[in-house]
């Protein structure tokens, strides 16, 4: 009697595991997990329901704040600024005053904190929450910062902070610039957006009555307007175009976290929901497939 149960049983299973694989639907093993140049991605709300909210930026906000490397790669930039601003120093030629122009944030101030509560709360980036960050007064200066600002000062040169932070957060981003012992930390120096978001206009004033020595920022929009509403291929074409600036006159700081380089890859539309965003970054992914040969 067991040995009967015992068949039926099997039989059973061999019956259902028949019944579940569709006739014809061969798997192609070598192909299983790879996405092909030609195929749509979509990421749906229920596969990202168990994700918290800008889990995207993990990796980039830890390796601002968990890397050596990203500490090297800024004591980098401000010892290569050092010595553009030496060789410029040198130059005879030039007789206005001497300028550095800087963004601030990822520039010389870490704000990865913010980011990293960002994904610790699943909140995306608002203005109410970034002004409270920026009210709190606690972003970090860069590993090197500070002391090339100094140097700088030190030879007569002026530092302006061109930022696109906004006019109610003034007091509290030159009280966290003094916190962190920037020099130049006052009203005068310290440039923000009138409606506008291009920095060219205020350059261009700096530029009146200054020359200026080199830039420095963590995104192509702070050194031209050219780079400005450009898609990822028409930015790096650009960047090879000027290649020649990068390292002499324009010094890049790192940012994974965030920047227009990600807003290009979202047209620029930053209101898309997150469905549409993640799809976007998904196919915008270059795979083996996608190889030029």
């Not at 996405?35 to 889990?55: C, G, M, Q």
């Not at 004591?75 to 007789?95: G, H, M, P, S």
């Not at 009280?175 to 291009?198: C, I, T």
Request: aromatic letters at 10%.
């Amino acid at each position: 009697m067991k040995t009967i149960v015992k068949f039926t049983f099997l039989f059973s299973v061999v019956i259902i595991l028949m019944a579940s694989c569709k006739p014809g639907a061969k798997q192609d093993k070598s192909s299983r997990g790879i996405i092909k140049s030609t195929d749509t991605v979509t990421i749906s709300d229920t596969t990202k329901k168990n994700l918290p909210k800008n889990d995207y930026m993990t990796l980039a906000v830890l390796y601002q704040q968990k890397s050596g490397e990203w500490r090297a790669l800024s004591y980098q930039a401000f010892t290569l600024a050092r010595l553009v601003l030496e060789k410029d120093l040198a130059d005879k030629n030039i007789n206005q005053h001497r300028c550095v122009v800087v963004d601030i944030d990822e520039t010389v101030l870490d704000n990865s904190p913010y980011q990293a509560e960002c994904i610790l709360t699943q909140t995306a980036y608002n203005t109410q929450t970034w002004n409270n960050w920026c009210n709190r007064r606690k972003a970090l200066s860069l590993p090197g910062a500070a002391e090339f600002f100094h140097y700088v000062k030190a030879n007569g040169v002026d530092v302006y902070y061109v930022t696109n932070r906004k006019e109610e957060v003034r007091e509290a981003t030159l009280d966290n610039l003094k916190k962190a012992e920037f020099p130049f930390a006052d009203d005068a120096h310290l440039l923000m957006p009138s409606g506008e978001s291009s920095k060219e206009a205020r350059r261009l004033q700096i530029m009146q009555r200054n020359h200026i020595s080199l830039l420095m920022g963590d995104n192509l929009n702070d050194f031209a307007q050219v780079f400005e509403n450009k898609t990822p291929a028409e930015r790096m074409q650009l960047v090879d175009k000027m290649y020649k600036e990068f390292g002499r006159k324009f010094i890049v700081l790192p940012n994974a976290m965030y920047g227009d380089w990600e807003g290009a890859i979202y047209n620029y539309d930053w209101s898309s929901n997150d469905t549409v965003k993640a799809t976007q970054r998904m196919q915008a992914l270059e795979g083996i497939n996608k190889i030029k040969e």
